[in-house]
């Protein structure tokens, strides 16, 4: 290894992102599983939603994954730009003849802005529920922090006005979300070491399942949640 050190090589620093990637990829799974629970109505929903809210808040093991998953995001963003950066200066000139897809696709040409979007998404996300649900004055329910009607009423028209716009944006990031994870998924594996023309093209399947399932089930929500409500 280089006098540099193995944190400052590009290799290393491919391993970290793969491995950020594929993390942020179970998180966004258990997420997922937990949203869902906004889709089940009346009283029964509202108790299931907080209850959720509240045991990963609570719970010591869910405490420790969360500030795991706050440092992958964080290292996943800052290793993504230094690899960006390093790109650029490995080839500082284009391609004499743009050819689109026949280089590569869109998003891994452009899977910086990708991150970009989803990182002013993540902050503003946190912002609207992570932040009120730890430190904001939140309404309380039977006990419990009622993050379940701060939720709905986000986006919810007859309770605020920018329901439409942050459902539309909500959808928008999503749509980033897909292609971000079209490309990042197998190359993930690629970074790894793990490819093979036996098993690569499962992988690429269950990628490409992957980046259209999570992000639009993810994006149904604020629909349900507005469409139900106006």
Not at 7 to 13: E, I
Not at 135 to 144: A, H, R, T
Not at 162 to 176: D, E, K, N, P, T
Request: charged share 10%; glycine share 8%; net charge positive.
């Amino acid at each position: 290894m280089s006098n540099t050190g193995m944190l400052k090589s590009s290799l290393a620093k491919k391993y970290f992102m793969a491995l950020t990637g594929l993390f942020l990829c179970l998180f966004l799974v258990g997420h997922l599983l937990g949203n869902l629970q906004l889709f089940v109505g009346g009283e029964e929903g509202r108790l299931a939603f907080n209850n959720y809210a509240k045991f990963m808040t609570s719970n010591p093991l869910i405490k420790v994954m969360s500030y795991i998953t706050y440092a992958s995001i964080l290292f996943h963003v800052i290793d993504g730009f230094v690899l960006t950066i390093q790109n650029k200066k490995a080839r500082p000139v284009k391609y004499v003849v743009e050819k689109g897809n026949r280089n590569s696709s869109w998003g891994s040409r452009n899977m910086a802005l990708l991150g970009t979007i989803l990182l002013v998404f993540i902050s503003t996300h946190m912002m609207n529920f992570w932040w009120k649900m730890h430190f904001g004055d939140m309404p309380i329910y039977k006990g419990v922090k009622d993050l379940h009607t701060i939720t709905t009423n986000f986006f919810n028209p007859n309770e605020n006005v920018m329901a439409g716009g942050a459902m539309a944006l909500y959808v928008f990031a999503m749509i980033s979300m897909s292609i971000h994870l079209s490309h990042g998924f197998q190359s993930a594996f690629q970074s790894l070491g793990i490819s093979h023309p036996k098993y690569s093209p499962t992988i690429k399947m269950i990628g490409t399942a992957f980046s259209i399932l999570i992000p639009a089930a993810f994006a149904s929500i604020p629909v349900f949640l507005y469409i139900t409500q106006a």
